[in-house]
């Protein structure tokens, strides 16, 4: 599949985007660089979660007062989250693994499907093949061990080893490491599936996003209809 021109520029923009921040990541967790800036670059995808959580609520004031609540709070908090810049990239670094590996992991446990099953029955429109079906489930969890592992790995640096090392892995290793384990997924699917079988990211991205959509309009979808008042 052929690349357009813009579609490789927004590729080099995320890709430059993440060596940026890979580094300013590293450079505050080691002490240097403005304490400001490190603190909000730790805080900012914690808040970016909490923003996308409330903003799918349908509670105005109440999402009005957690909002307030936490400009406050961070207001408050700010010169003790300036003195500690490491630990406020080691929680997201670690939590962001620590909820990947559940968000896969949980997919395993009980009767239902893995959570890439899910997505290649999305893209085949529910068609899928038994070989396929054991592909997406070991693929879920190599996913699985990945995240965890890294959530492992992360707080084992953390408590043993000099913060410098521990950003090393965490900051600088981390997209490496996610760009290596997306081509060995990618490598292993060549090898495990047949080429009809086998979706590009973009179909699974595409299956992915019209599935959250189908999940937001499913309440609206089963809304009781009050009863006709008879005449």
Known sequence: MSLSPGQLLRGLAVVVFLAVWAFLAHTGSAGEGSADLSALLGVAPIVAALGLLLWRSSHVLLTGTVIIAMLGGLAWLWPTLRENIALLFFIQHFGTNLALGTLFGRSLLGGGEALITQFDRAVHQGELSENKRRYTRQSTLAWTLFFLGNALISAILWLFAPHTIWSIFA?????????????????????????????????????????????????????????ATPS
């Open 171 to 227: 900051n600088l290793l981390s997209a490496p490491l996610l760009a290596a384990m997306f081509i060995g997924d990618h490598l292993w699917r060549l090898k495990a599936l047949p080429p009809d079988e086998r979706p590009s990211f973009v179909q699974v991205a595409s299956a992915y996003r019209m599935r959250n959509q189908q999940k937001a309009s499913a309440p609206d979808l089963e809304t009781p209809q009050p009863p």
